[in-house]
């Protein structure tokens, strides 16, 4: 298994829009938080990326509920003019997600290699300086690789 380390915390883009959904840390949390994400990118109008924000979503909330003792899960949506970000919070600074080595054998595992492939770029960071409050996982999609804007 490879540990994910921490990188700095992603800045929002320029101009961002921001987008705070919260649920508590359930099994239904991850349907309820991926259909939210894709209630904004309908009203925003980035329904090219309903799909691979859908997923990573998933695997993200999951990940939380899976392997966290974490009591709540947040989820911001950051829609810049250049990019979408989206950022998956917990308070379980010392459960650090792994991205772990695919075992053809095991029916998990390969969320973050997913969210890694879907993605333009993802990242695992802490916040709250020396003294950590909260984690998340971010990823992000460029919207002119894409296509969704000129």
């Known amino acids: 298994m490879n540990a994910s ?3 700095p915390p992603v800045p929002p883009p320029l101009h961002a829009v921001r987008y705070h959904l919260a649920a508590p840390n359930a099994a239904s949390s991850a349907a309820i938080l991926r259909e939210q994400v894709c209630t904004v990118l309908r009203v925003v109008g980035l329904i090219a990326l309903l799909n691979d924000a859908r997923l990573c ?3 993200a909330v999951t990940n ?3 392997h966290t003792s974490s009591q709540s ?3 911001d949506v950051l829609v810049g003019t250049q990019q979408l970000t989206v950022r998956v919070h917990d308070d379980a600074v010392n459960e650090m997600p792994l991205l ?3 075992d053809l054998d095991r029916p998990s595992g390969r969320g973050l290699h997913l969210v890694e ?3 333009d770029g993802w990242g695992v960071s802490q916040l709250g300086g020396l003294l950590p409050t909260a ?3 971010w990823f992000r999609f460029d919207l002119r ?5 000129s």
């Open 145 to 149: 690789r894409r296509g969704v804007v």
């Open 100 to 102: 772990r080595t695919a």
């Open 135 to 137: 984690k998340l996982v």
């Open 73 to 75: 899960i947040k989820v």
């Open 57 to 59: 979503t998933s695997e």
């Open 117 to 119: 492939s879907v993605s």
């Open 64 to 66: 939380v509920h899976l």
């Open 5 to 7: 380390a921490p990188s």
